[in-house]
């Protein structure tokens, strides 16, 4: 069982800047996404950047161009900077993979979530 820990939520100012991180517990083989959602109280949660294993980024429209999704497989961490935000940002953040295993099942895990706030 795959565990992920996120970290580095928290207030921002807008148009500032923010990283979250994504630390997964054991590392991930073959065909594989990791990606950070968000959840906005009162809305359902959606995809903010994916990262698969080929090197294909996908972003949501509104992150375009503000948002830079990394992955470093080798520390097994995902990370999301985030910069130029806005209060519409303020969400909790969730980090999500998912792979196949040896048996060719798709695994899906999720992170706990993160609080992001952005507001002066």
Known sequence: QVQLVESGGGLV???GSLRVSCR???TIFGE???AWYRQAPGKQRTLVASSDSSGQKK???SVKDRFNIDRDDLD???TLQM???KPEDTAAYYCY???WDGSGTLREYWGQGTQ???SS
């Open 116 to 118: 992001v706030i952005v």
């Open 83 to 85: 910069t130029n935000m």
């Open 32 to 34: 594989n996404t990791k």
């Open 13 to 15: 100012q807008p148009g």
């Open 97 to 99: 993979v998912k792979h």
């Open 59 to 61: 972003y949501a429209d």
């Open 76 to 78: 097994n961490t995902v």
């Open 24 to 26: 997964s517990s054991s």
